[in-house]
């Protein structure tokens, strides 16, 4: 095997070394004798340079039609389309997650970059009457200028593509910091953009370590918003620093997502979904069911069907078609997972299935542990409440509907929810009742489509949704304007 490839920083259209001189190694997790590529350990000089580039860029592409601009958005989709394989199989490298769903991210990028590519014929405003004669109002969206973006390593592609293609098509241009673990992917996503036209400037990478990027990511006057997805406890500490100057800040944060399971269930349905949504990603998805409950009278079936089914489930390299769950994305995620088994047993959950690191053979090369389920839980233990982001799941017991909700909402948390019944009058009751921002029936909590808004409530997010249209009204500012043509001084509320 030669040396790995150098990836460098994007700026203003040129690939460029970090001014430290210092690179890292991103490793396969699955594979610690892989190295995906070497990455620039960038510091605040490559920041300012990027947001000095992207705040030049900036004077003329928002002076772009937006229809203009989609077209070159449309290319992006195309040409994103076309490498879709080869992205994926990267993606699936970099942070461990089995090719089908690192080609399921790819095609969330495809999907979000085609729609924003279509809103440049729309950005649609409103036109409504003047109270006052000979006079004519209306909206029109206005971009806010340079965007700092904070990305996670879960969706590598897809989340950087949310929050970049609505911030393009409104004319804003940015600076993206992809997650310590995942740079390739966005630097592919950046490579994409520009070879298919994407003028220089309007979008930025600079990889390396947010605690180091953070600061001068946020705090550079000439940045206008900074959306992140990530952490509760990061995304506070942005909404902090971004108050002092009323800088926007769009944040997606943790989840404890429930699914409820009624005693009418599809228990065949109910199982399927427990399972695709607690371990797919390997339970590292923000909208992973974490807390499952279960009407009184099918606990026990359910528990036993649950576990029968992770226990057939393949652990392993997620570049193996046959995979089911690949590893943790790095030691630290396996030893939080490790640690929140011991603690699901020290509360008093029941182990029913899992609860071991996987060794030997490749195992021994990468972050492996087994898909586990806890029944008995219950809402003092901390593993109902604190979010793992790996496959562990709880299961617990519910009496009737009302108590159900109650148990669904007791949560700092407010992402996704699901209900698996039979009965219509159940469905409707939870998904008014349950306080998330996404709620499913007879689905699991996980599978958001991007022409649906994407966000939840309480410590989840700060009121702001990503993707669809909604993505439109983060990236945007409504201007009111006001034409008179009466040739005359008109006093709205007094004349
Ligand atoms: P982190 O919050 O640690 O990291 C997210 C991003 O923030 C990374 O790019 C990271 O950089 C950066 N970061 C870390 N520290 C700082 C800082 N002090 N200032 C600015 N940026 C910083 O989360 P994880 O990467 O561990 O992701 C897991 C978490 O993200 C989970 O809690 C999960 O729920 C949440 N998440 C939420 C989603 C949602 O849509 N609601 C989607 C995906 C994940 P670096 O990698 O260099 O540390």
């Known amino acids: 095997m030669g040396s790995p490839k150098v990836y460098k920083n994007l700026i203003n259209g040129e690939w460029v070394d970090s001014k430290s001189g210092k690179t890292y190694e991103n490793i396969n997790p699955a594979d610690n ?10 510091n605040e000089e490559d920041v300012k340079e990027a947001i000095d580039a992207a705040s030049e860029a900036y004077k003329k592409w928002r002076l772009v039609p937006a229809p203009k601009r989609g077209e070159i958005i449309y290319r992006i989709a195309a040409r994103l389309e076309k490498d879709k394989e080869e992205l994926s199989q990267v993606m699936t ?5 089995i090719i089908a769903e690192t080609r399921g991210d790819t095609q969330e990028a495809i999907d979000m970059t085609y729609y924003m590519a279509g809103e440049g014929r729309r950005l649609f405003g409103v036109t409504t009457p003047s109270e006052m004669p000979n006079k ?4 029109v969206r206005q971009p806010l200028g340079v965007c700092s973006f904070i990305t996670p390593w879960n969706f590598p592609m897809a989340i950087p593509s949310w929050k970049s293609m609505p911030a393009l098509i409104c004319g804003n241009t940015i600076v993206i910091k992809p997650a310590t673990e995942t740079p390739a992917s966005v630097v592919n996503f950046a490579r994409v953009c520009l070879e298919e036209g994407l003028p220089p400037g309007v979008l930025n990478v600079v990889t390396g370590s947010g605690s180091v990027l953070g600061e001068p990511l946020m705090k550079n006057k000439a940045v206008k918003i900074v ?6 406890e990061v995304g506070r500490t942005i909404s902090e620093t971004c108050a002092t100057d009323f800088k926007h800040c769009c944040l997606e944060m943790g989840g404890k997502n429930i699914q409820i399971v009624m005693d009418d269930a599809n228990m065949e ?4 979904g427990a399972l695709w949504g607690s371990f797919g990603t390997t339970g590292q998805r923000c909208t992973a069911t974490s807390r499952i409950i279960c009407q009184d009278g099918i606990y026990n079936e359910f528990i036993q069907e649950l576990s029968r089914r992770a226990k057939e489930l393949k652990v392993g390299n997620g570049l193996d078609e046959s995979v089911h769950m690949g590893p943790c994305v790095n030691q630290s995620q396996l030893d939080t997972v490790l640690s929140y088994i011991q603690i699901a047993k020290d509360d008093g959950g029941t182990l029913i299935s899992g609860g071991e690191k996987l060794t030997g053979g490749d195992y021994d090369k990468g972050f492996f542990v087994q898909p586990t389920i806890f029944g008995d839980i219950t809402q003092d233990m901390r593993i109902w409440r604190e979010e793992i982001f790996g496959p562990v799941v709880g299961v617990g017991k519910f009496k009737d509907l009302n108590q159900a909700i109650e148990k669904a909402n007791d949560t700092p948390y407010g992402l996704s929810a699901a209900i698996f019944t039979q009965d219509v009058n159940n469905a409707f009751t939870a998904m008014r009742d349950v306080y998330t921002g996404i709620f499913y029936v007879n689905a699991p909590t996980i599978g958001a489509e991007t022409h649906m808004p994407f966000g939840g409530t309480k410590e989840t997010g700060n009121g702001h949704r990503e993707a669809a249209t909604a993505a439109l009204d983060v ?3 409504w201007k009111s304007c006001y034409v008179d043509f009466s040739g005359a001084l008109q006093r709205p509320q007094i004349d």
């Open 227 to 232: 959306s992140f997805t990530g952490s509760t």
């Open 475 to 477: 990236f945007s500012e």
């Open 93 to 97: 490298r970099e942070m461990g997650k």
């Open 136 to 139: 004519f109002n209306m909206t």
């Open 33 to 42: 004798s892989d190295v995906v590529g070497v990455f620039q350990k960038s």
């Open 269 to 272: 349905l109910a199982v399927d």
